[in-house]
């Protein structure tokens, strides 16, 4: 903290600004954003600077909007790094499904639950499955089909078995978005049949749908032993996106099948 400080000040000083300068101009933020938080007082902006006081967020924005600061290298001068979100995202694992929102950017390596062998050849077709070890970081040359910043994301949680054993629990799983229409034909076997990610009152489903007549039918997999639903469509549930791409968890498929 006290490094961080000093980095504020050692910014200050460079751009010539006094702490009545710095309290003035984040008293204007304050104003439009109609907010008091983002108001620096004279012995906080001291404090801040000198005595390892933590700053609110609203103060470390509006010191970033005048210093002329990425808000998110200021962040990892206090130990943030928002680079590590989508790792720690896939190492905390939480029984419900959810959406995976968090953007990634200027990656070289990026930590997904899977880790490929050394023996993948990237330029031939191949059983991935065998390749796959444990959850680890993804080079980027496999990463470059995917669009990290329109596509979007999910974890299937470590409890919800409804599309095993073709999505085992605890599966990271990418979603189109632009692919909302359900289908309700033109597959031949569950394989090929899409797979959708949808949104209704109670959470977060990643199922098999048909859509007639105003419902939406929501079929897990059969030998899930779940369940279908019902949804009046739209009003009860919205479909997110169809799911185009999954890395999954052997080793909790695993353990299912031993409870099972």
């Known amino acids: 903290m006290q490094e961080a400080g000093g980095k504020l000040r050692h910014v200050r000083e460079r751009l010539r600004l006094k702490y009545r300068d710095v309290q003035e101009a984040s008293q204007r933020i304050a104003a439009k954003r109609e907010n008091p938080e983002f108001s620096i007082g004279l ?30 290298t200021v962040l990892g001068w206090y130990g943030i790094d928002l680079r590590n979100l989508p790792s720690d995202a896939c190492n905390t694992r939480m029984a419900q499904t959810r959406p995976f929102s968090a953007q990634v950017s200027d990656l070289t390596l990026l930590e997904l639950p ?59 799983i990418q979603i189109d978005e632009s692919k909302r229409k359900v289908s309700n034909e033109g597959w031949v076997d569950e394989h090929e049949r899409p797979i959708y990610f949808l949104e209704d009152r109670s959470g977060y489903r990643c199922r098999w749908c048909t859509q007639q007549n105003g419902l939406l039918i929501v079929q897990p997999h059969s030998s899930s032993h779940v369940a279908p639903e019902v949804f009046r469509c739209p009003g009860e549930a919205e479909v997110l996106g169809q799911v185009v791409g999954i ?6 498929a695993k353990k299912r099948r031993t409870r099972s």
């Open 43 to 72: 012995s906080r902006l001291a404090d801040i600077e000198n005595r390892c006081t933590l700053p609110s967020l609203y103060r470390l924005y509006s010191l970033c909007a005048i210093y002329g600061l990425e808000f998110s």
């Open 114 to 172: 899977s880790q490929l062998g050394t023996t993948l050849d990237l330029r031939e077709t191949s059983y991935l499955s065998r390749h796959i070890e444990r959850w680890g970081k993804l080079p980027v040359a496999l990463l470059s089909s995917l669009d990290l910043r329109k596509q979007h994301y999910a974890f299937i949680g470590t409890e919800d078995s409804s599309m095993y054993p073709l999505i085992p629990p605890g599966s990271f």
């Open 247 to 252: 890395a999954m968890r052997l080793d909790l």
